[in-house]
């Protein structure tokens, strides 16, 4: 993302994982930890979208940190539909985010990922913040946002949205009565409107 970027490796549940940090020029508030889209549909950690996220999360004054998922990259090992990529992002926080305000953020299958860290560690840290974006609720089962999270919670979502239809991530937030801000005449990555997806994400944060 700069020249700043740190390029790194730690021991995964499957092997080596291969993990990008960006960090603010002052004393962080915490780690924000971000998953990316779907490893067999050409998803990686610097994705345009988990890029902007990771933008935001350093402006709002977090250490971003993006990883790639087993089989990605650099990443040792082999697509496991959501189970593997789940125990990837847990290690990940147990390695870089031990302790401290904790901020979960992901995109797509990396939404759908990061539901169900969030819905498993929400009891044990302080989740400060949790970013879902383009949530894949029309592909996987998205955990529910636990009711202490959802004053801390942002689900953005593209009006057209043609890979992720909103009706099924609306079916998802409906019975949780969790609101999802809607970006008019988005799509799925959001072209043409990244600018003002950091800068929802960075009011969230800041709020």
């Not at 977090?62 to 990883?67: E, G, K, L, S, T």
Request: hydrophobic letters at 45%; proline letters at 7%.
């Amino acid at each position: 993302m700069n020249a700043q970027t740190e390029h790194l490796s730690q021991a995964g549940p499957a092997g080596t994982l291969e993990l990008l940090i960006d960090r603010p020029a002052s004393a962080p508030v915490g780690t924000a930890v971000l998953s990316h889209p779907h490893p067999l549909h050409g998803g990686t950690m610097t994705n345009k979208v988990v890029q902007t996220l990771a933008r935001a999360c350093v402006l709002a004054g977090w250490n971003a940190v993006r990883f790639n998922f087993r089989g990605v990259g650099r990443s040792v090992g082999v697509y496991d539909e959501g189970r593997g990529e789940l125990s990837d992002l847990l290690s990940v926080i147990d390695a870089q985010a031990p302790d401290g305000p904790l901020c979960l953020a992901g995109f797509s299958f990396g939404a759908f990922v990061t539901s169900h860290a969030a819905a498993q560690l929400h009891s044990q840290r302080d989740i400060q913040r949790l970013v879902l974006v383009g949530t894949a609720a029309s592909r996987f089962d998205v955990a529910q946002v636990p009711p202490e999270l959802h004053l801390r919670s942002l689900v953005v979502h593209g009006e057209q949205d043609d890979t992720v239809p909103l009706a099924s991530v609306m079916d998802w937030a409906r019975p949780q009565t969790l609101p999802v801000l809607v970006v008019p005449g988005g799509g799925h990555f959001f072209h043409g409107q990244l600018p003002l997806l950091r800068e929802l994400v960075l009011r969230h944060l800041r709020a």
